[in-house]
């Protein structure tokens, strides 16, 4: 099962604050664990939604916003996409993760749609 983890966004996020050296020795650590467990496809971190557009469609209209975007907590700062058996395997990796953020944070877990979803569609 593929599922993408999603670092919510916080103040600081927004605000363009790099890691600290021990944040980022510390989920280099947790990434490498990830890579030797085989759960690993891809990572990144995202730049505050300032650097952002959003295109809103509205039937064949298109609107372009420039960022930043409003509801810090309805943002995202970065994500992992991990190939897992379960999701509950995915709670016990997030479990094991660095608080990413330097204060209160949260992580939220999706799978995805994969093939069997559209089987009998």
């Known amino acids: 099962m593929r599922v ?3 670092v919510k966004a916080t103040a600081d996020s927004e605000a363009g ?4 050296a021990d944040m ?3 989920m280099g650590r947790f ?3 990830l890579i030797a467990a085989g759960v690993l496809v891809d990572a990144a971190g995202l730049k505050p939604s300032s650097d952002g557009k959003r295109v809103a469609f509205d039937g064949p209209e298109r609107t372009v916003v420039d ?3 409003a509801a810090t907590t309805e943002l995202v700062a970065g994500f992992w996409l991990w190939e ?3 999701l509950d395997t995915a709670v016990t990796w997030v479990r094991r993760c660095p ?3 330097p204060g209160p944070s949260e992580i939220e ?3 995805l749609y994969g093939p069997d979803d559209f089987a009998n569609g």
């Open 99 to 101: 608080n990413p953020m």
């Open 17 to 20: 604050t790099m890691p600290s």
């Open 24 to 26: 980022l020795a510390a």
């Open 4 to 6: 993408l983890v999603l």
């Open 31 to 33: 990434n490498d664990d």
């Open 84 to 86: 897992v058996a379960d």
């Open 109 to 111: 877990i999706r799978p």
């Open 67 to 69: 960022g930043p975007f």
